[in-house]
Structure formats: structure tokens, C-alpha cells
């Protein structure tokens, strides 16, 4: 596992937007897996910024949202897909039909995850998995647990992770407590990955996680341990209790 260490947050930004970019220009018809939160915005930006000044092409990228609130549909203000629309896929022209994202209104959500499991194969896996990490270890809305899933599926949230994405709501009631998101091995058969963390309230994570080569599931980014081909990207904030 890579892990670079960058001084402030735009920094680190700058470091995964190139890695991103750098992707895009070599397989221009790249599948990613692209996550939500605060930490990829700056990323997206800079992609953005990428895109308008120095003609990075997205128009034959294909994205997959990696997971979605239960309930919320591809347009409310906080859905997922929504916050990916318009914090990456209009702003870097990509075609909306090169989007996906699960189902989470779908009557059967153990079916809809499981379709999205088969797009996801039909397309050939993920070229690129871009994480954020949780406090708590969890990347997509895989949860620590005694078990994880390998696969697409239902997930019910810690009220940890739901009070941690409340910012985002009016008020903690609205929080959705269940999502869609892909599994451990949706994630693991990535081709690369890249995983951002940044800011001090990440620190006690990165370094329950980095300081020990153990895989566990109540730490599900410790997976990341068994992939040939991490980077893990953090700013001084998120680095700061690593010895
Ligand atoms: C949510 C998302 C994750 C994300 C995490 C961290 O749980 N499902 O994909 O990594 O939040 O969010 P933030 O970047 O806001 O800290």
C-alpha cells in the first residue's frame, strides 16, 4: 500500500485529482467507482477545473455512484446520484447515460442490489475505486460488523454514521438509516484504488488502521490491506496520530 502525505487538504486534493486524471487520459473509456461526503468535493473540482481549462475528456467515462440512501430517489436534494450529477458528472459534460446508480426505491431492494452487482460486471468491474473512510472504518457503507457482504446489497447504518452525515439533513430524523451500497468484493476487484482521508476527526482512524497490517472486519477499509493496489491519500490533519 502507497501512502502520500501532503501538508493541507488542497494538497492531497491536487494528489488524487491527478491520479484520477492521469487514469482518464490513459483509458479514456474508464469504468470508476466514485463515493460521496465532504471529502471528494475538492477533488471534483479540480477534475472540473481539469476538464474546462486543459480539455480533460470524461465524455466516454463511466461513473458508478457506490452507494444510495433506502428511499431517496435520484433526484432529492440529498440523494447521492444527485450530489455526484452536480458536483461532477454536469460539470466534466459527462453523458448521463454513462451514470449509474442502485435503486434504492425499488420495491425489492435485495433485487436492485443485486442488478446493480450484474451492471457493474456487465460493464467489466471497476478501472478505478475512488474511498472516503468513515470514523468508524467504513468505506461505501460497508459497516463494521462480525461480517461483511462480498457483494451489492442492503445495508442498515450505525447510528454513528448516520449522526456523522446529519449536516447534510434539516434534522438527524430525516437521515435515511439504510442504503444500497456495493460489497467488500465489488471493491476488491477494482483494478486501482484510491482511497482520501482529511481532517484531524479522521486521525484516530488512519491510525488504528495504517499502524496495524491486520485485516478485521469491525474495520472494513483494513480490506484494503489484501489489494495489490492502493494509494491511500491523507493531509497532515489525518495523518497527525500516525507514528
Ligand atoms: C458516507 C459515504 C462514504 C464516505 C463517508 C465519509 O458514509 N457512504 O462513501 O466515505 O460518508 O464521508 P465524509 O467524506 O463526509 O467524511
Keep these: 500500500m502507497k501512502v502520500i502525505v501532503r501538508h493541507d487538504k488542497e494538497e492531497a486534493e491536487k494528489v ?10 490513459t483509458n479514456p473509456e474508464i469504468v470508476m467507482s466514485l463515493p460521496t461526503g465532504s471529502t471528494p468535493v475538492g477533488v471534483f473540482s479540480e477534475l472540473t477545473r481539469m476538464h474546462e481549462e486543459e480539455g480533460l475528456d470524461f465524455s466516454s467515462v463511466t461513473c458508478f455512484n457506490m452507494d444510495e440512501y433506502v428511499g431517496l430517489g435520484r433526484d432529492h436534494a440529498q440523494s447521492y446520484y444527485r450530489f455526484l450529477r452536480e458536483n461532477l458528472y454536469e460539470r466534466v459534460g459527462m453523458s448521463l447515460e454513462n451514470t449509474f446508480s442502485p435503486d434504492a426505491c425499488a420495491a425489492n431492494l435485495g433485487r436492485a442490489a443485486d442488478d446493480y452487482s450484474s451492471l457493474i460486471k ?10 472516503g ?6 468505506i461505501s457503507f460497508n ?4 461480517a461483511l457482504h462480498p457483494l451489492t446489497h442492503v445495508e442498515r447504518l450505525s447510528e454513528a454514521a448516520v449522526r456523522d452525515n446529519a449536516r447534510f439533513f434539516e434534522d438527524v430524523s430525516e437521515v435515511p ?9 465489488n471493491i476488491l476487484e477494482s483494478r486501482r484504488i484510491v482511497l482520501l482521508a482529511l481532517g484531524e476527526a479522521k486521525a484516530p482512524v ?3 488502521w495504517l499502524g496495524s497490517g491486520l485485516v478485521t472486519t469491525w474495520l472494513p477499509a483494513s480490506f484494503l490491506w489484501l489489494h495489490p493496489d492502493v494509494t491511500v491519500v491523507l493531509d497532515q490533519g489525518a495523518a497527525s496520530e500516525l507514528r
Design 122 to 131: 456487465r460493464a467489466g468491474g471497476f478501472d478505478l475505486t475512488f474511498l
Design 143 to 146: 459497516m463494521p460488523s462480525d
Design 133 to 138: 473512510i468513515g470514523r468508524d472504518g467504513h
Design 177 to 185: 438509516t439504510q442504503a444500497i451500497t456495493i460489497g467488500m468484493r
Design 206 to 208: 488512519i491510525a488504528r
Design 16 to 25: 488524487v485529482a491527478d491520479l484520477i486524471a492521469g487514469e482518464v487520459r
